[in-house]
Nanobody
Framework: QVQLVESGGGLVQAGGSLKLSCAAS????????LAWYRQAPGKQRELVATINLYGTNYADSVKGRFTISRDNAKNTVYLQMNSLKPEDTAVYYC?????????????WGQGTQVTVSS
């Protein structure tokens, strides 16, 4: 079993910064990819950033502003968000997909709210 717990959300003014954390527990290793998604009111959930053994990837809307990283010793993935814009307002979710012998399973955190005021 895997559990993902996000923290670090809050209210910030446009141009400000926030750092989100996602603590992973259970059967997760450095080989597993981790990702951040976000969902704004009335919109579909969208991929923000991913990190795996081969590197990182970002949505075009956050490239150059957001940085995903992980501390394998702490089983934690981070999302450093700089130059925040009102359109970054959303609930941010940590995500992991693990391929068990019985098949792949998606795991999501409970989400953390990020609100950027103009």
């Amino acid at each position: 079993q895997v559990q993902l717990v996000e923290s670090g959300g809050g209210l910030v003014q446009a141009g400000g910064s926030l750092k989100l954390s996602c603590a992973a527990s259970g059967s997760i290793s450095s080989r597993n990819s981790l990702a951040w998604y976000r969902q704004a009111p009335g919109k579909q959930r969208e991929l923000v950033a991913t990190i795996n053994l081969y590197g990182t990837n970002y949505a075009d809307s956050v490239k150059g502003r957001f940085t995903i990283s992980r501390d394998n010793a702490k089983n934690t993935v981070y999302l450093q968000m700089n130059s925040l814009k009102p359109e970054d307002t959303a609930v941010y979710y940590c995500y992991c997909n693990i391929r068990w012998s019985t098949g792949p399973v998606d795991y999501w955190g409970q989400g953390t709210q990020v609100t950027v005021s103009s």
